[in-house]
């Protein structure tokens, strides 16, 4: 099976596993889904350092402005990347908190890059009808990022340092004003002085 295909195959059966599901699971059925999906070797909800130190992929996507482009041009402050779709349902749920947190300023670069095989006019029209303006949007529709980072999970965030080396990763939704993400971003400050 060619990358893409068996990413689209992975990432769907992922989702009916650990995410992408619109319905509240109670914590009992969050632990047997995250247990469920460690022994299909879809990673569990949450931080994962096991990357650490990995520089950003070459993936080549489609910036805001429609060009080619790498999120290697954009070393010089942290980075996070959030990579999500418009068909996920946490994704669309964590959204609004990655649209606040890329208003905040500061020494972190906030961005999202859309997951969507459609066209990216698609993709700009359902964030202008959601009025999820003023996050910094990319484009992948070949997955090419997601296969790089052997993303199974969508949606995914990464945090990059100053120099372009992943400090961790997460899997799954999370609210992104919310105190686990504050403790996680403050790794951000550390990643910017380091």
Same mark, same amino acid.
């Given at each position: +099976?060619?990358? $893409?295909? /068996?990413?689209?195959?992975?990432?769907?059966?992922?989702?009916?596993?650990?995410?992408?599901?619109?319905?509240?699971?109670?914590?009992?059925?969050?632990?047997?889904?995250?247990?469920?999906?460690?022994?299909?070797?879809? *990673?569990?909800?949450?931080?994962?350092?096991?990357?650490?130190?990995?520089?950003? *992929?070459?993936? +080549?996507?489609?910036? $805001?402005?429609?060009? $080619?482009?790498?999120?290697?041009?954009?070393?010089?402050? #942290?980075? =996070?990347?959030?990579?999500?779709?418009?068909?996920?349902?946490?994704?669309?749920?964590? =959204? #609004? %908190?990655?649209?606040?947190?890329?208003?905040?300023?500061?020494?972190?670069?906030?961005?999202?890059?859309?997951?969507? +095989?459609?066209?990216?006019?698609?993709?700009?029209?359902?964030? %202008?009808?959601?009025?999820?303006?003023?996050?910094?949007?990319?484009?992948? #529709?070949? +997955?090419?990022?997601?296969?790089?980072?052997?993303?199974?999970? =969508? $949606?995914?965030?990464?945090?990059?340092?100053?120099?372009?080396?992943?400090?961790? /990763?997460?899997?799954?939704?999370?609210?992104?004003?919310? #105190?686990?993400?504050?403790?996680?971003?403050?790794?951000?400050?550390?990643?910017?002085?380091?």
């Amino acid at each position: +099976m060619e990358l $893409p295909v /068996r990413l689209i195959v992975l990432l769907l059966a992922a989702a009916a596993v650990a995410g992408c599901d619109t319905q509240k699971a109670s914590e009992q059925q969050g632990a047997e889904a995250n247990a469920s999906a460690a022994a299909q070797g879809v *990673p569990a909800k949450g931080v994962d350092r096991s990357h650490k130190g990995a520089s950003i *992929p070459d993936a +080549m996507l489609t910036d $805001p402005d429609g060009d $080619p482009g790498q999120l290697a041009e954009l070393e010089g402050k #942290p980075l =996070l990347v959030n990579l999500w779709a418009t068909w996920c349902g946490p994704c669309v749920k964590e =959204l #609004p %908190t990655l649209v606040a947190l890329s208003k905040r300023g500061g020494d972190l670069n906030v961005i999202a890059v859309s997951q969507d +095989m459609g066209e990216r006019t698609t993709v700009d029209a359902w964030l %202008t009808d959601k009025k999820l303006d003023g996050l910094e949007v990319w484009h992948d #529709p070949k +997955m090419s990022l997601a296969g790089a980072l052997d993303v199974q999970v =969508l $949606p995914s965030t990464i945090l990059y340092d100053a120099t372009g080396k992943e400090v961790w /990763r997460y899997t799954g939704e999370l609210d992104w004003s919310g #105190p686990e993400a504050a403790k996680l971003l403050a790794e951000a400050t550390a990643a910017a002085k380091g």
